[in-house]
């Protein structure tokens, strides 16, 4: 049995987390914080019928627990994560904070200086897809974005056999407005929302373009890098991510190639669901699972390739890819309580 | 030409009511207000061509305009109605402010004191169906609530004639999520409200039954008043009302002679669409429309009648119905810029 | 581990089945029969990875299953049920058919013959927390119906203590599309649900009033009968029903010993979440899970009482508390697979 | 006057039409036909007030009015034009028979033969932004399509100044429901539209692509053409389409340059609202308007240039844009009806 604690269950990637432990046979949940409803339940948060006791971080038994999940907005994950870590316990960090391995490129992107830069070698990038064997050995475990699991995962195989035929490759993704997470603004206001769509950071702006162009110039391998044009939209449904990529394949490459690509890299993934030819990734295909469900389809008289991949972004996206990584850590089936 | 002027023209009636006499041919908006965004112009707050500039309150030419359309929050409307009715202008009040014509009733309801009492006596109740004749001369008209106009209307044909069988009635009320207005907050949060449904207030607790209560009560004339049971639910829309309320009919009322009682009423009304037998009313009957559609539908064995009754909230439920009052108090065509 | 057949696997309940069943540790799907679809594999027919054959129903080998679960239109359920209890296998049947313990009352409001009126003896109505002993037993599980899971559990506690004043009852449902089942339709067309609101068969016309009343009238044991006037609505949400209910209770009654009540009934019931004083039931509580959330909520200065109750039409309304029904009559956990 | 006609009523656009006119000073609906529907009238049809009889369209009282409007669906218009046509009235067809003027090309992408090509001489395509002049004098007005409206209008100053690198352009475009009809079918069947979000018809293969690369190439004018990569997107709403579009821009341009080839080429027409440098388009920017919303978001680091625009499928994408048309043909105000 593996004990667990959660800092930050009151958002909605904690609730997320503490659904799925509750139907993860080898998991038990020890402690759950909440800065802003410490001395609560859980129960007096969100309508359920649980009644675990919300506590301030500080007082949180580390000593009983091992490994921490944290749930915490990106700049508050950092100093947690080094006293998690300083008391010998594993870590799978939900937030950014551990995502880019280069300090430099976390103040570029985030706008702030990292706290615990000292920590940044140990983390491993939490992609069980890309980086199975380490993150079994790791004590710190970055948990990928939402975004970038959807993209990474949907160009990777093209990526590492060098398939593309540029440099920059279009991402147009839409995702559902819990991946804004809890607090209330404007943009996420029921009225406004609803019945809309809209382009939000569009180009090369979005932090999540950071952890993209890390892993799949990683892939990429001849030291070049991958610009990724990356153009989020807001869409009116709670859960889920489709992203419609457009990479342009190298003169030669064929479509049943690339078919093999992705299946010699992704038919023995237990979360990977690669889709027939002429079928396409829809919202439907994955929203309340831990899978990715991928496709891809030709253009007629264009060298261009449409990708298409869809992932539920509280699941695969964070929380479902958090307990995968757990697994892995502690040695159980990869699949336990997510299927 | 009727020279308007708009207090709080930020919030979702203020912004609706800018859309609708922008289309009325003998309305000219002359100035827009908002404490928030004073200094701005309405293209900055809404997705809109139309460059308004907006200006604090206390900066508004009251010369300048023949009358103010107030869609302040309660409360804070009762010393600007003053301020506009000091300058001889006429004022409709989209707020709750003054629809009660008893202080203390005011003040038992909403939990503070009425700061501008002298102004009930003025006050017109202005659900044109009931008190036309007043709106016509009225110096001040109180814009009745959107629960309000869904229930009376629907229930005020029985009432007049005495035919209820009992003096308490329900009333079971679904809104879109517009009815609370432009502020974020958790339970207007989309992923809080998508997908969700909620009784929020039930029982007899909702400030709008003070007005239902008034006016049936007042329509039925004996003295003896009415009670009527209210269950709201937010209906993850963004606008419109449906109300299915639930009266027993006295002994020997047929369903015939009731469906005349609707009929006499309401068949000369341009707002009023009386459905058919075997209809029922629903949103898609009335959103973005001035209307009201009113539905009757007997139980077979009982002495219950359902009524059915929808309106969209910000339109025949405020501002719509608001702009019908000012046809109506400066001699236009009472459907003018509302069909 | 118990072998299950499906009949009837490409309809909204028989999907939920599969993946409930492929969740539950001791099932095993051994067949899945589709009339519409035979031939084909279940992943042709919804976005998941599941290849599990569709076969017709001619062809299913009821020899090597334990218990067949009926996912059939009413109507259709009859000689189905007969076949598979002939071949000496449990049945539980999702469809009306066994529902009523009364031919006659099933012709009146089916509008057919009942063709195994034989089979009607040993039907058990399949709401555990009325029926669990002869569940147990059962050879045929007459599986309930999604509005009337709502309302009897949300009125049972009254009506078997005598607490209503009235013979008559006013439940006011609201529910999700899907319980309109997965055959397009201009009612259910997107265009036409989404934004939109409508009540339907609202008097004393719906047929889930037959089961509701044979329950509630069994519960009240006085001979006298209970009259339900019930007014579904279309919400435009995929899941879930709220029902608003408005018995009146008799003289005496208090709200504490009304609560009384409920925790006795209720208590020890696993899927039952009964909501604390001042909270109301919402979809959110329910959905995606095998609860009912019930709640109490007294109407200051009148005799009524409103109850809200809340579940997920397809899981504890459909095939949750099949699998529920099939966990009682195999001896396991009762919660097995449903958590 | 204008005295108007409509072949086919009873769908979307038909019904959006009536809309319109009813709200049109200058037009007068003198017939309105539906072959389904025959004999009742569309009260029947719609949750609408107005009694129109539905008529045949072999009884439409052709001599009685100065324009039909057909919103019949593709294939059936185009022996109705002829029929208008030969009748002498004139014609604005919001199918897409007429809109590509080669009948092999319609062959083509349409999969039939084109049986009225020696109409296709006289169509003009009804884009009021490009083709206003020729309107005014047009007998047979071919509507546009929703999904080029919104990407003609997006490119079409880029085109037309030779500011593109590439003979290809990559256009995602996602769009609500209505756009398929009102025909019920599984895809549109709301249980799966609903918190669902699905590519369809994507690479070069949807049939809009025609009139897309028929307009921008003629734009373009040297004879080279462009190839438009189309991926479509049903969004979970009723109306509206947001596109976005990557177009590379050839060495030299910078983003001033190209917002002042828009400015340039829309300032002056009523229904695009450029926006301002930072923001983007957005469905609640148009929809229920006849509003084009257009911006311009250059990509650092790359020569794409992303273009989004928005519409009203419904309004802009053909009902809307079919009255604008009317206006000119008429020589009324464009904007007479639509604002």
Redesign the interface.
Known sequence: MVRVGIFGATG?TGYELVNIL??HPQAEIVFTTSESSAGGKLSDIF???WDFPLIGLADAPLDQVDVVFLCLPHGASMDAVRQVRSAGIRAIDLSADFRLSDAAAYRRWYGHEHTAPELLNEAVYGLPELHRGAIRDAGLVANPGCYPTSIILGLYPLVRAGALADH?V?A?S?SG??GAG?K???T?????????????N????HRHIAEMEQELSLARGNGSGL?V?F?P?L??????I?S?M?PRLAPGWTIEQVRGLYEEAYSDEPFI?LLRAGQ??????T??TN?V?IAL??????D?L?V?SSLDNLIKGASGQAVQNMNLMFGLDEKMGL?
């Open positions: 909605y509750l139907r309508p359920c019928p920059q279009i147009d839409k407005v819990s809890r209330p603004s404007l996420t206001h029921f009225v406004e929302a609803h019945d809309n769509f809209s382009p939000y569009i180009g090369h702006t610009y044009i153009s939209h869409l009116p449904v709670n859960r889920g489709v419609t457009y669901h396409v990734a829809t919202l439907r295909h929203v309340n899978r469900a389809t030709p253009v007629d008289g264009s261009t449409i298409t299927m």
